[in-house]
């Protein structure tokens, strides 16, 4: 779950390093247009960091594109660091979703890659979400409404969680049903309506309008 | 350690759970639970715990057998009604000690029976009505029970106990992720009904099971007493367990119908492998003597194998059509009582009706204004249900000699036993008279 894809090659071994130090384990992605490392496993991993220095074929633009439109690392939080003397060129500046300017100290790494990630999910840095009275701790597994705790199972877990951070965009069935279960499921996607209206029924009242059901589409979570 | 099992050991750590229930139902669908401390809950995630097998088999034990009982992680919930002290359940899979399935447990065989469907590309999916009876605090065994209110069909009755006690039941229902799609008063005085959404075949049968106990602890917390026995007054209707029933392929509800039939020609034909194999099954939708008393008196229970569209009598009935609505095309039977062993009676509906599809049964004419119309009658009593039962190919096929075995001795039994009793209506009709 805390793997970290490394596109790029120039400073990989240190950024490894201090990824590595932050609890990640780096994966590098060969420079030959691919977009998974090859011993990266199926999941999508919880961040992208691209060295955009020396970068060429793809370019750093390209990369983020791509990214951005596969399917299943679309949501990935892509940090873009840039030698110092890459800012005066303007090349990959607005690019990513957080930026980095080499050198850079793991402090400042873990604090890039919170705002990326909160950049994009809304989640800070202690991965405790917080809608209203709905609190959600990424950590222990935990969610409390008012500070009374809530008691999920596992799979009505994981999908709360996959909506609250993935807030006001919809999903489709299909789509939950590869993200949340993988493929450890049959049943077809009413396993998804059906684990939605039990998630729905243990938020209570305040908190079940939350999961939106668009229709003929799927679901979206509104909050945060 | 998977994901699940470290979702597991977190959340008692978290939570402060300081037991874990360890759930599994024996061959009459009776809930049985061993408990741990939390200290042996990691070494049961990896290594099973290990137990009698033979408190599988109900009343009919013969020896002692070791089994290994799995706790199933997905099933790990924080039961809502233990608040002082925290105390969680798993469902359990029951293997043989060399990790073989056990042949005693009916969860296990729902599942394998499910997991066969899934290799069809079928799944089911089931809803359900349960009725039930609060009584005030129970006499001395035998004694007849005091009902609580005088109300009856969707009354709306004041806010006396038996409105505290649907709504406290429906908390902790959907506490443990089991969704209330409706709750009446039932026609009879002290008698209710809750209809349990929809959900795949497996989730049902366990939810089921965890209703049965929130239900009897929502009750016991107002100083009540729930039951599930199918005919407990003799002057009021008893409690049934109709069931909802619809097949799907992926995502495709396979008994919806564009055309003028009630169901697609797959849903008829699973329709009519349900009818074909329903006297036999009987004894297992009916497993009780009482049973019988609820299916003797009418008032819905259906005593012929029919269906229908409209009529309130028949064993099947089958909603209109609504416009726009594919996913709602269903079944509903409603020979069910809810004392039966839900893993055994959906395990044996979907096998029945798989077997309408695989060889190509043809649905019978619909019974109009509740005529049977020539439709056989369903058995008289749990001995002629268990005749048939016992000589079931259907029934042995699906849930194997060892399960079919030890029901079958159950229900001998409890036949025996009954055969020796002097019952009430023995002094009342002779008595006097001889």
Redesign the interface.
């Given at each position: 779950m805390t793997d970290a894809w490394i596109y790029g090659s120039h400073g990989s071994e240190r950024t490894s390093r201090l990824l590595a130090e932050l609890g990640f384990s780096p994966h590098r992605v060969a420079a030959n247009g691919t977009l998974r490392p090859p011993d990266g496993g199926s999941r999508a991993p919880a961040l992208a960091v691209i060295l955009a220095d020396g970068l060429e074929q793809p370019s750093c633009s390209e990369l983020c594109a791509r990214l951005a439109a596969d399917d299943d690392l679309g949501e990935v939080p892509v940090i873009v660091a840039l030698a110092s003397g890459g800012l005066a060129e303007g090349v990959g500046i607005t690019e990513g979703h957080e930026l980095l300017v080499e050198p850079f100290s793991a402090d400042e790494l873990q604090a890039r890659i919170a705002r990326a990630r909160r950049a994009v999910n809304g989640i800070d840095h202690e991965d405790v979400v917080r809608v209203g009275s709905l609190e959600m701790n990424l950590a222990?597994?935990?969610v409390a409404i008012e500070g009374r705790?809530?008691?999920?199972?596992?799979?009505?877990?994981?999908l709360l969680k996959f909506l609250v951070t993935h807030p006001r965009r919809v999903f489709s069935?299909e789509a939950l049903l590869s993200r949340v279960w993988g493929y450890d499921y049959?049943?077809?996607?009413?396993?998804v309506d059906?684990h939605v209206?039990?998630v729905?029924?243990?938020l209570g009242s305040e908190h079940a309008a939350r999961i939106k059901t668009v229709r003929s589409v799927g679901y979206r979570w509104e909050g945060t | 350690m998977t994901?699940?099992e470290q979702?597991?050991l977190?959340?008692v750590e978290?939570?402060g759970v300081r037991f874990i229930r360890l759930w599994f139902v024996d061959v009459l669908g009776l809930l049985k639970s061993i408990s741990i401390p939390v200290s042996e809950l990691e070494s049961a995630l990896v290594d099973g715990v290990g137990l009698d097998g033979s408190s599988l088999e109900g009343a009919a034990r013969l020896r002692e057998h070791d089994v290994i009982a799995y706790p199933d992680?997905?099933?790990?919930?924080?039961l809502?009604w233990k608040p002082d002290s925290i105390v969680?359940r798993m469902f359990c899979d029951v293997r043989e000690p060399d990790d073989g399935p056990f042949g005693g447990d009916s969860r296990a065989t729902l599942r394998r029976v499910l997991e066969q469907a899934?290799g069809l590309g079928y799944?089911m999916?089931v809803g359900c009505e349960v009725e039930f009876f609060i009584f005030g605090p129970l006499g001395s065994n035998g004694a007849a029970p005091t009902t609580l209110d005088d109300g009856a069909y969707f009354d709306l009755t004041p806010l006396d106990v038996g409105s505290d006690f649907r709504r406290r039941t429906i908390e902790y229902l959907?506490?443990m992720?089991?969704?209330?799609k409706a709750s009446h008063h039932e026609v009879a005085p002290s008698q209710h009904e809750i209809q349990l959404?929809?959900?795949?075949a497996l989730?049902m049968a366990d939810a089921v099971t965890t209703f049965r106990i929130a239900v009897k602890e929502a009750a016991h917390e107002l100083g009540a007493y729930a039951t599930f026995m199918p005919k407990p007054l003799a002057a009021h209707p008893g409690s049934g367990m109709h069931l909802h029933i619809s097949l799907?392929e992926?995502?495709r509800n396979a008994f919806h119908t564009d055309g003028t039939e009630p169901l697609s020609p797959t849903g008829r034909a699973f329709l009519a492998g349900v009818l074909a194999h329903a006297r036999e099954l009987t004894a297992v939708t009916n497993q009780w003597i009482n049973s019988y008393r609820r299916l003797a008196t009418g008032f819905e229970a259906p005593a012929f194998v029919s269906w229908t569209r409209r009529g309130g009598a028949a064993l099947v009935r089958v909603p209109s059509r609504r416009p726009g609505r594919a996913?709602g095309a269903r079944f509903e039977l409603r020979s069910p009582d809810p004392s039966c062993n839900t893993y055994m009676v959906l395990a044996l509906i979907l096998a029945a009706g798989l077997r309408g599809i695989e060889r190509g049964y043809e649905l019978q004419a619909e019974s109009i204004d509740d005529q049977p119309n020539g439709a056989p009658r369903l058995p008289l009593d749990l001995r002629e249900a268990t005749d048939l039962f016992d000589d079931s190919e259907l029934a042995r096929e699906t849930l194997g000699d060892r399960l079919c075995d030890v029901f079958v001795a159950n229900k001998r039994r409890e036949l025996d036993d009954e055969r020796r009793t002097v019952t009430e209506f023995d002094r009342i009709r002779y008595l006097r008279l001889l």
């Open positions: 222990t597994y935990q705790p809530v008691d999920f199972t596992y799979m009505e877990y994981e069935r049959y049943g077809g996607a009413r396993t059906v209206r039990r729905r029924a243990k | 994901g699940r979702f597991v977190r959340t978290e939570r992680p997905r099933t790990f919930q924080v809502p969680a899934a799944t999916q959907e506490q992720g089991i969704p209330v959404a929809h959900t795949d989730s799907f992926g995502d996913a």
